[in-house]
């Protein structure tokens, strides 16, 4: 009967999708509530590994019922391909994907003006995945967004397409000087990739609300992390999705009180992709040899990482933010050898001390952290599964973030593989 959120507590690509695939095994249903394919979550599988970007990682799990709730946008064009990825692995989708018909569209018009505006912005580019992410936002705020539950009446979507390009069209030919769409093109295309999944589009709010009446376990799946949020994030250098808890009740049509714990998820450093803040990024040869270990590219663009400490101030404020009841901290094995490790435990500014982000952005960028040292270790603790085989340092570090992050541990990931991790407690056994 528990159900648990999942929280990137950072700026994202903190390995939820491996934490995902292993709470999984004990959930009935996984539901996507945000963000929409600008999400990569990596899961590695024997030999294989799998990048989604829009269906939950969930759907690896034979039998599992996964959800692309209504709070997320969808491309019809990304959905499909990666359809067709699953299906060429044997994955059968047929009867455990649930798209809401809520769920707004991302149109190709969206991703032109998302690399349109990335492009005027120059170097105060927000540094976007490309996909259409915000300009899909904007629509569904402005209420002229196409919504998936559209595609099922081709008369009407034809409608509301004429009247969006109409709008689109000027934009990008007068404002942007860009090419515009033709709208036949548009149509048919995307009908010819709706008939793919027609069949798949419902009503996943009842279809949530009925899981939890019949007492099944819920994971939700966030995408992107808590300072990436439109609300709580670094603004303007943040997603146009509710990446907060908060988001998992609007994004799926749940009450607060149907949540019974949330995860937030936090590697055991820091790294960002795109632009904007990042106190306690190194920009050096350690930065660099972070990025290796780690293998930080980005799973959706392959862009390099940023990387650098552990910053607390970052971390604490998302348990704050999201009520987290437990942390799983990840990639612990990528600060092996690392001696001495930093932790930021804190900012200085213009003769102030923080302990939480300043939500001015000029402010931020000027913030400088303060660090306590911590002893590095320099045995192997990747692939380690008990906690009393930690090194004692390693434990130490772990015990500090702890303290620093006031919430307690409840999973320490030390690899990729699916069984490489230490479980301190289980948010579904603690009901
Ligand atoms: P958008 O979501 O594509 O509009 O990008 C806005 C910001 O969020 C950029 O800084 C992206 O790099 C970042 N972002 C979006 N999705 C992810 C993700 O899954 N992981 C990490 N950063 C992301």
Redesign the pocket.
């Known amino acids: 009967m528990p159900n648990v959120v999942i929280i990137g507590a950072q700026?994202?690509?903190e390995g939820k999708g491996k934490i995902v695939d292993v709470y999984t095994e004990r959930a009935d249903m996984v539901v996507r509530y945000q963000?929409g394919h600008?999400?990569?979550h990596t899961v590695v599988v024997g030999d294989e590994t799998f990048i989604l970007h829009l269906i939950p990682s969930g759907i690896l799990h034979h039998g599992k019922r996964c959800v692309i709730g209504n709070g997320v946008v969808v491309s019809p064009e990304a959905l499909v391909k990666e359809m067709e990825g699953l299906a060429e692995r044997q994955i059968d989708v047929e009867g455990r994907l649930f798209i809401s018909e809520r769920a707004c569209v991302i149109m190709p018009y969206h991703v032109a003006l998302?690399l349109a505006g990335e492009e005027r912005k120059g170097a105060e580019a927000?540094?976007?995945?490309?996909?259409g992410?915000?300009p899909a936002y904007e629509d569904k705020a402005a209420r002229s967004a196409i919504r998936v539950g559209d595609l099922l009446d081709p008369g009407a979507f034809r409608d509301r397409l004429e009247a969006a390009l109409e709008y689109k069209n000027f934009i990008l030919e007068r404002f942007f000087g860009k090419e515009p769409f033709d709208e036949l093109e548009v149509f048919e295309s995307t009908m010819a990739l709706a008939e793919r999944f027609r069949g798949y589009i419902t009503d996943t709010v009842s279809l949530i609300q009925k899981g939890i009446a019949d007492g099944q376990n819920v994971l939700f799946e966030g995408?992107?992390?808590s300072h990436?949020d439109v609300d709580h994030g670094t603004y303007p250098?943040?997603?146009?999705s509710s990446t907060t808890v908060g988001g998992a009740c609007t994004g799926s049509g749940i009450g607060p009180r149907s949540i019974d714990a949330v995860i937030g998820i936090t590697k055991a450093y820091t790294t960002r992709?795109?632009?904007?803040p990042f106190p306690t990024e190194l920009t050096d040869k350690l930065g660099d040899s972070i990025r290796e270990a780690g293998g930080e590219y980005?799973a959706?663009t392959g862009r390099p990482r940023r990387c650098g400490w552990f910053d607390a101030v970052v971390v604490r404020q998302s348990a704050r933010v999201n009520g987290l009841t437990g942390m799983v901290i990840t990639k612990l094995d990528v600060l092996d050898g690392i001696n001495p490790l930093r932790i930021c435990t804190g900012y200085t500014c213009g003769g102030e001390h923080y302990d939480v982000l300043p939500s001015g952005i000029d402010e931020l960028t000027r913030c400088k952290p303060i660090y306590e040292e911590h002893p590095g270790w320099k045995e192997s603790t990747a692939g380690t599964t008990r906690w009393e085989d930690l090194p004692g340092e390693a434990r130490s570090y772990i015990k500090r973030l702890e303290e620093l992050f006031e919430v307690p541990v409840a999973v320490v990931s030390t690899g990729q593989e699916r069984n490489e991790y230490i479980e301190l407690s289980d948010p579904f056994k603690s009901f």
């Open positions: 700026w994202g690509d963000g600008n999400a990569g998302d927000i540094g976007t995945t490309g996909r992410i915000g995408a992107q992390g990436l250098f943040v997603t146009s992709v795109g632009g904007g980005g959706t």
